[in-house]
Nanobody
Framework: VQLQASGGGLVQPGGSLRLSCAAS????????IGWFRQAPGKAREPVSF????????YYAPAVKGRVTISRDSAKNTVYLQMNSLKPEDTAIYYC???????????????????WGQGTLVTVSS
């Protein structure tokens, strides 16, 4: 299984970015996909989660209303559209996948089996 995160970069406050997580080596529709981020000197924190089935995705309170997660099963890819970016959104963003994660565990990084390499998002003027 491989997860390839991409789409990070330098953006001004108020700007937008779309991150991508391309998955291979797995049956995509069977896996929940989560996004986490880790800022310098801080612990990794959850950002968003996409379920395998229909149902409301999860958004962390810090990003709710500014972030949208979506899945493209034809491309085995999950996207994270981030708008109205703030300097405090600066972090390395990671995507992670798990086949059997339950909803009560989606915010805990320890429950994910597979991780991408991360993509750096820098929000600065």
């Amino acid at each position: 299984v491989q997860l390839q995160a991409s789409g990070g970069g330098l953006v001004q406050p108020g700007g937008s970015l779309r991150l991508s997580c391309a998955a291979s080596g797995l049956t995509f529709e069977n896996y929940g996909i989560g996004w986490f981020r880790q800022a310098p000197g801080k612990a990794r924190e959850p950002v968003s989660f996409s379920r395998t089935s229909d149902g409301a995705p999860y958004y962390a309170p810090a990003v709710k209303g500014r972030v949208t997660i979506s899945r493209d099963s034809a491309k085995n890819t999950v996207y994270l559209q981030m708008n109205s970016l703030k300097p405090e959104d600066t972090a390395i963003y990671y995507c992670a996948a798990d086949q059997s994660i339950i909803m009560s565990s989606i915010t805990s990084s320890q429950y994910y089996d597979y991780w991408g390499q991360g993509t750096l998002v820098t929000v600065s003027s």
